[in-house]
């Protein structure tokens, strides 16, 4: 059964960081392309960042670039998503997703680009 499990949300002051983990299993983990997705109160689920199956591309919302970064660890299974500078508009439930790419190399922050979610971890920016 195909599980993604999400930590690290939390209340954090504008200007600090924090690092979402996402842990897979069920399926191999270098057979899907991972994105996390955020939704804040009242607005649609955004995507904020991708990365491919190879980890050889990542993609960001222009407005996390130069704050996000993700990364995979195959050994581990897991994807990260370091957030530094956060921002109080950065204040949402953030999901880990996975779906099937038409190649190894590429991934997207389209919504229906991803059957597979977990169960979002909170995250707070307020001072």
């Known amino acids: 059964q195909l599980q993604l499990v999400e930590s690290g949300g939390d209340l954090v002051q504008p200007g600090g960081s924090l690092r979402l983990s996402c842990v897979v299993s069920g399926f191999p983990f270098d057979y899907y392309a991972v994105g996390w997705f955020r939704q804040a109160p009242g607005k649609e689920r955004e995507g904020v960042s991708c990365v491919s199956r190879t980890g050889s591309t990542t993609t960001y919302a222009d407005s996390v670039k130069g704050r996000f970064t993700i990364s995979k660890d195959d050994t581990k299974r897991t994807v990260y998503l370091q957030m530094n500078s956060l921002k109080p508009e950065d204040t949402g439930v953030y999901y880990c997703?996975?779906?099937?790419?038409?190649?190894?190399?590429?991934?997207?922050?389209?919504?229906?680009?991803?059957?597979?979610w977990g169960q979002g971890t909170q995250v707070t920016v307020s001072s």
């Open positions: 997703t996975a779906g099937l790419m038409t190649s190894a190399t590429v991934c997207d922050r389209s919504l229906t680009s991803y059957p597979y």
